[in-house]
Structure formats: C-alpha cells, structure tokens
C-alpha cells in the first residue's frame, strides 16, 4: 500500500515531459506494476530522479488527479486512485479458499432467481423513436417513491447506480466544484467524484448518517453539490434516523437550488425504516439501484427528481447511450415483481439482519466494537489497517483496508457481513482479536 516506486523494483516512472510522465504512471497502472493505494514519489523526488523541472512533475501529477487516477491524501502523500478510470481490474484480491469477506457483493443465494422473468421477456424489437422507459417498470419504480413518501412525477431509468450518479453530477457540475461526501464512503462514488474533477469535501458520517452540523458548515463555506446514502451506508451500514433526516434537510433547506442527490442503493434490503431528507426538496435526485437485491448483473437504476433535473438526464442521456435496453428494463421489472412475490426480497433482507446481528454479538464477546446497523457491511475501527487484513488474510478471511473509504476519518476495516453465515461470526471474530493481539497489541481501534 505504501510502496514508492522510485525505490521499488516494481516500476519506475519515466518522462522528460508532462505528457511523457502521466502516459508512464498511466503505463504503470494498466499493466499493475502500480497498484491502487501504491504511493507514487513526491514532485520534487521524481524531479530530481528524471532531471526535470518540478513544474513539469507538478503538472503531470494535476492532470493525474483531476482524472481521477491519482489521489492526494495530503501535501505528503499522493497514491494511484483506488478505482483509476483506466481498464485495469479492480476489486480487492481475495486469496484462493478465502472466505470474500472484502468485494461488497450481495449473497448469490440471496438475490431472485432469474429464469422464469427471462422467459416472460416479450423478445420484441424496439426502434429509434419507441418510449424509452417500460411503462411496467415505471409504474412499479412510482410506486415504491410513493410508498415512501417522496415525489416520483419524473423518473429517469438509468445504467446503475453510480450512471445515476454520474449524469445528475455531469448535468450541474463543473471541474473544480465542491461536493459534500460522506466520509467514510463508497469508493466507487468518491473516485467517480474525483474522476469528473470535482473537490470532495468530507462530512464525517455516525450511525445516523452524515453531521447535519458539520454539512451546514461545509454548506455555509460553499458546496456545489451534496451526496449521500441514507440507508445501508457503504462502510459503515449507517442509517438515518427520522431526527437526522429532518436535520439534513433543514441543512440543505438554506439553499433550494443546491443539488441534493440520495444514493439508496440497498432500498429493500436495507433492514431499517426508512427516513430522508428529501420529501420537500425544490431540487434534488434519488437513485434507486437494483444491483444489491436483483443482482449486480442487471445494469439498472431508477431516477426520480425535479423536473428540470431528469429532463436534463434524459436529454444528455439521449445523446449517448440513447436509453436503457427496454428487454432489461422488461427483465428487471419482472425480477422485481417475482421477488416480491415469492418473498425473496424479504428472505435477504432478513438474513443480513440475522448476518449483522451475529457479527456485531460475536465481536462484543471479544470485546470489539463494530458499526453495522443497515445493509451488507460492517466497519470495524482498528489502528492499522494493512497488518490486519494481512493477518486476516493467512487465516482466511478476505475482507477490506478502510483507506479507499475514507477521505480524513480514522482507520477501519470493512467487512462484507452478507457473505457472513451467522455461525462462521464467532470464528471471524476470535480470529480478528487474535490478530489485534499478535500485530498490533490492542484489540480497540
Ligand atoms: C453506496 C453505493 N452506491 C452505489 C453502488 C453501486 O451501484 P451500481 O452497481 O448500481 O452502480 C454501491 C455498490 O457497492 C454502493 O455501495
């Protein structure tokens, strides 16, 4: 994680120009002799090794960040991006016979099965100038806003959550905007952030969701943009209470116009009531994601927000991908209904429950704290992070560095309770004690 590859075998950057130097980190990268969380050598160390002016490493290395390919944690240490927008694969390893504990996925058992919605796909053809959204998906999307008490007069079906997230930032933002995030938070959204240029601007996050107090403080100095999860938060499993979502909104009530956007990502599976911010909202944007409880696979999200917002969605929309399949769209809304139907949703829901509740008693009996009250993770505060997956890793427990979550938070691990069986809990956790001890001499983070 903190290898610096002037010193190191593995790969050293060459370049006389700025252009030559990010086309070298980008060489390293995609061939993984630089790993996301790899330092890469301050400006003036690499000036020096290449004999060029600082300026021109300077400028190479702004490039880098603004694309997302680099991240800065401090004035000391800037490292390969955890998610860099090139085509390289992603996702932590996960040793052979390790229990993957680590890759945020849902439990394949969980999700619907998906061969009787595949047969009841109409395999008509679509053309230019048909509707663009399944008018059954809508209706059952509008149902579920409404059940939940928000607006859902314009919806947008988009490519997955994080599609979402991207047009609504892409359609308001520019490079150099502020955008309040969680921290911690989900990589994935924090580097697309990064990637489209945008300065994330962390709110620490509790078990109830962001500081209201710290968000209005950021709002105050000036933000473009908010996001955040209410539910199932993507570390640490926070979800909003009613008193927190009235606090964030009555946060981002001071400017009506500020763009708002939920990312809720883990709707029916989360396990909480369900409370947001956004009721009342002038503008804003709500993702739903079907990629946690109908399966990563099924490339689809639906959008509700004001109207100026999903009209600007879909037109951009328009102009490039045109509109989401309607044969997934036809797929994900029969998934959708079947699982309802047949109790599937409730069944994942309920085991993630059971799964969190398991690991959250065996880690006390071990005297070990742990976040964990909605969704798939648990985040657990340790002092370092790297000797314990390490550790973790050789007892055969797969599971994540907190550092692609955070942005100033403390260290942590994350570990993926729905691939957790209930009984397996108490073995986790004597294990990770085990190596607190050994690595680190305290269990407390
Ligand atoms: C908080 C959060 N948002 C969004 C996503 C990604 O959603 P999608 O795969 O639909 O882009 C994830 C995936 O882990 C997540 O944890």
């Avoid at 058992?109 to 998906?137: N, Q």
């Avoid at 009530?253 to 909202?281: K, N, T």
């Avoid at 009209?311 to 045109?322: C, K, M």
């Amino acid at each position: 994680m903190t290898s610096d590859p002037v010193q190191n075998e593995r790969y050293v950057i060459v370049g006389r120009t700025a252009a030559a130097i990010q086309r070298s980190v980008e060489h390293g990268v995609v061939t993984g002799a630089l790993r996301p969380g790899d330092t890469v050598p301050s400006v003036r160390g690499l000036a020096t090794e290449l004999g060029v002016s600082p300026s021109t490493v300077a400028a190479a290395y702004r490039e880098l960040r603004q694309r997302g390919v680099l991240v800065s944690y401090d004035r000391s240490r800037t490292v390969i991006g955890h998610r860099p927008p090139l085509a390289v694969r992603l996702g932590p390893h996960v040793p052979e016979g390790a229990v993957d504990l680590a890759t945020g996925n849902p439990d394949p058992a969980l999700l619907p099965p998906l061969h009787e919605p595949l047969r009841a796909v109409v395999p008509s053809h679509h053309r230019y100038g048909d509707a663009i959204a399944d008018p059954a998906l809508i209706e059952h999307a509008r149902a579920a806003y409404q059940h939940d008490g928000l607006p859902s007069d314009h919806l947008a079906v988009v490519g997955g959550g994080l599609d979402g997230i991207e047009r609504v930032l892409e359609v308001y933002l520019r490079v150099g905007d502020r955008i309040a995030v969680e921290d911690p938070g989900y990589p994935g959204s924090l580097d697309l952030v990064r990637a489209l240029g945008l300065q994330p601007v962390p709110i620490p996050v509790d078990p109830e969701g962001m500081d209201p107090d710290r968000l209005a403080e950021a709002i105050d100095r000036g933000v473009d943009a908010v996001l955040y999860v209410p539910r199932a938060q993507n570390p640490t499993g926070a979800a909003m209470s009613r008193e927190r979502a009235a606090a964030i909104a009555a946060a981002i009530a001071v400017d009506p116009e500020l763009l708002v956007i939920e990312d809720d990502h883990a709707a029916p599976i989360a396990g909480v009531d369900y409370h947001s911010p956004m009721a009342d909202r002038e503008r804003f944007a709500v993702v739903r994601s079907v990629a946690k409880w109908l399966g990563p696979g099924l490339r689809l999200a639906v959008l509700s927000g004001d109207e100026d917002t999903v009209t600007r969605v879909l037109g951009r929309q328009r102009l490039g991908t045109g509109w989401v399949s309607q044969l997934l769209q036809q797929l994900v809304v029969r998934t959708w209904q079947a699982a309802e139907q047949q109790g599937t949703l409730d069944r994942a829901r309920d085991t993630y429950q059971a799964r969190r509740a398991a690991l959250i008693d065996a880690l006390a009996a071990e005297d070990l704290l742990a976040d964990a009250s909605s969704g798939l993770n648990a985040w657990i505060p340790v002092h370092e992070e790297v000797p314990v997956v390490q550790g973790l890793a050789e007892l055969g427990w797969a599971v994540q560095a907190g550092e692609p979550f955070r942005v100033e938070s403390r260290p942590a691990i994350r570990v993926t309770v729905a691939g957790l069986p209930s009984e397996r809990a108490p073995d986790l956790a004597r294990d990770l004690g085990h190596v607190l001890d050994q690595r680190l001499g305290s269990r407390r983070g």
